[in-house]
């Protein structure tokens, strides 16, 4: 008789895990309490900021609350309307131009009215100015995942939607188990990206000045915007630690294990048997509540998400109340489509009268502007191009690389730039130089970080057998880089220019007018003309202004990267 070896008992978590994990949930309510709170608060013309330390930890709940409630409705925006217009060709004509446009409009385009209009909505609270923020934030976290998504539908392989439709799988069926997957690691990366594209202007957002009015909302933005106004050394030192404590948490317990979740969804044909995961990951799951909790969500997802039975012998499944369905769908379609010609239709007629109000005198000095930011921001593009695409190839091909840099990456990208540009800006200054010259590296820490996520995204991205073949070839050199590399990451590598080069045009309002203490340091160029116009309250200018960024903006998409992106998609695909 052979002895049976006793099986290893599973570890049992110790009690004060279990209670460390049950803290954790109640921290997160409370959080969501003191910010619901904050939402109610009565509206006041006046916000004292507090510059004290202590102040900081519930600033820094105030700010990462704002940006995450904009990411979730960036995430639902990316998928709803990048789904939309990669299955609808008609609507297609017209959602990309319009996602070009917007993309171009600069945030002091959208601020403005949309903080009086808000706060004139809810006038006896704090939640017109809290939407405000939000809705400033999601627009510059969404444009760039709405791209990387619609590029991930594009490249989803033509195999993998033939079974799809072979099992009969239904919309929600397709998006889990077939266009998510695919284009998770690429949105991922660009949802980190686009969240520091959000913190960029929190200082603008948490403290806006339109004319003699001050919107301000208590935060790390309007702390660090009062801490430089006042010139504060120590204060903003304070806020420059306490942002980079909510980076570096926000990095650890929820970018990277997303990152390292997402590897498993990586197209090769090496199949490792395993999923990697995070040290947090291992951590949480060693808890029973959190066990159980996962336990029920997923018989709970597999219940309501259960995918359709295979076809049976005429290949294709049953199909039973369609026609209905169809009907509604069509008709709520058709009063989508109405609803946002009657809104655009409106804006344009507003906006004509506003442009009445411009002379010639104004246009002239605004193309001239234009002109100057334009070699800047050709300059940033360029300048952040040479230094990302080999960072970006080096950490994508290398995941443990990626680990080790990954907190340090993310905590430079996700930094709000202007926070630190009067210290920047004394560097430039001690060097001899203006901010006629050094608004360019202030426009790079805009723009540098599309570009390095895209192609680190891109290069994960490239299958193991590729890598591999290239490996059998033996290329090296520059051969390695014309042949192999840059084939690989060039769709990536489009759509971080596309997005760098719109977030260049944004970073040029912060980069061109840096206000320190009571000194203004001022370069000519467009986004200085289009912050002087906002803190003027010139709406006539302002407009005129911002037309003219979108039309520039929009113009070079049309003419150079998106027929850059067409080249891409169809001769730089491993897999089509």
Same mark, same amino acid.
């Given at each position: ?8 008992? /599973? ?12 803290? $954790? ?21 006046? =916000? ?14 105030? *700010? ?41 409009? /600069? !945030? ?6 949309? @903080? ?8 006896? *609270? ?25 590029? *991930?539908?594009?490249? !989803? ?6 079974? $799809? ?56 933005? *309007? ?15 304070? $806020? ?52 159980? #909790?996962? !336990? ?12 359709? +039975? ?47 109000? !411009? ?7 605004? #193309?001239? &502007? ?8 050709? +300059? ?8 990302? @695409? ?22 430079? +990208?996700?930094? %709000? ?10 560097? =430039? ?39 591999? &073949? ?16 840059? %084939? +690989? ?24 007018? @840096? ?24 709406? %006539?200018?302002?407009?005129?202004? @911002? ?15 998106? /027929? ?7 001769? &730089?695909?491993?897999?089509?």
């Amino acid at each position: 008789m052979i002895a049976r070896q006793p099986t290893a008992e /599973p570890e049992r978590p110790k009690i004060w895990f279990e209670a460390l994990v049950l803290v $954790g949930l109640g921290a997160l309510l409370l959080g969501g309490a003191e910010v619901a709170s904050q939402w109610r608060q009565p509206l006041r013309q006046t =916000v004292e900021i507090d510059l004290s330390a202590w102040a900081l930890p519930k600033y820094a709940l105030f *700010s990462l609350a704002r940006g995450w409630i904009a990411y979730f409705f960036s995430l639902l925006f990316t998928l709803l309307v990048a789904s939309w217009a990669f299955y609808d060709e008609r609507a297609r004509r017209y959602v990309l131009p319009a996602l070009d446009v917007l993309q171009s409009v /600069p !945030v002091l385009g959208f601020l403005p009215g949309l @903080v009086l209009a808000l706060v004139s909505l809810f006038p006896t *609270s704090n939640t017109g100015l809290e939407l405000a923020c939000v809705v400033m934030i999601f627009t510059g976290q969404v444009w760039n995942m709405a791209f990387s998504y619609y590029d *991930s539908l594009r490249g !989803v392989p033509a195999d993998f939607r033939m079974l $799809g439709r072979l099992y009969g799988f239904k919309w929600w069926h397709r998006f889990l188990k077939v266009e998510l997957p695919f284009g998770a690691q690429g949105l991922l990366y660009n949802s980190m990206v686009s969240m520091a594209g959000g913190w960029f202007f929190l200082s603008i957002t948490e403290a806006f000045k339109l004319g003699d009015q001050d919107f301000r909302v208590p935060g790390i933005g *309007s702390y660090m915007s009062v801490a430089i106004e006042r010139g504060d050394v120590r204060a903003q030192f304070l $806020g420059v630690a306490a942002m980079g404590v909510v980076i570096v948490v926000a990095d650890r317990l929820i970018w990277w294990p997303l990152v390292v979740w997402s590897r498993k969804f990586k197209l090769d044909d090496f199949g490792t048997g395993t999923v990697d995961q995070s040290g947090l990951q291992r951590w949480l799951t060693r808890s029973r509540a959190v066990q159980a #909790l996962t !336990v029920r969500f997923g018989l709970f997802f597999n219940r309501v998400l259960r995918p359709p +039975a295979p076809p049976g012998r005429d290949g294709e499944p049953a199909a039973t109340g369609e026609l209905p369905q169809r009907q509604t769908g069509l008709w709520l379609y058709r009063l989508l489509i109405v609803t946002l010609l009657t809104g655009l239709a409106w804006g344009a007629w507003r906006l004509i009268v506003l442009l009445g109000r !411009v002379n010639l005198a104004d246009w002239g000095e605004i #193309l001239r &502007c234009t002109g100057i930011s334009f070699g800047r921001v050709l +300059a940033a593009v360029a300048l952040g191009t040479l230094w990302t @695409v080999p960072v970006g190839v080096w950490i994508g091909l290398n995941p443990k690389l990626s680990s080790r840099l990954q907190p340090f990456i993310q905590f430079v +990208a996700s930094f %709000p730039a202007p926070m630190i540009y009067p210290w920047i800006l004394a560097v =430039v200054l001690v060097l001899g130089s203006s901010l006629q010259w050094g608004a360019i590296p202030l426009i790079m820490m805009g723009t540098q970080w599309y570009l390095l996520f895209n192609v680190a995204a891109a290069a994960s991205a490239v299958p193991n057998d590729i890598i591999s &073949c290239a490996a059998l070839l033996r290329l090296s050199g520059w051969q390695r880089w014309r042949q192999f590399l840059l %084939p +690989a990451v060039f769709p990536g590598l489009v759509t971080g220019w596309i997005t760098a080069a719109g977030g260049a045009w944004n970073a040029t309002i912060v980069s061109e007018y @840096v206000q320190v203490g009571d000194k203004l340091y001022e370069a000519t160029g467009l986004g200085a003309f289009i912050s002087r116009a906002t803190n003027d309250g010139n709406f %006539p200018r302002l407009s005129a202004a @911002v037309l003219v960024m979108a039309v520039v903006v929009v113009g070079i998409n049309r003419a150079l990267w998106k /027929p850059l992106q067409n080249l891409a998609n169809d001769r &730089c695909r491993f897999m089509t």
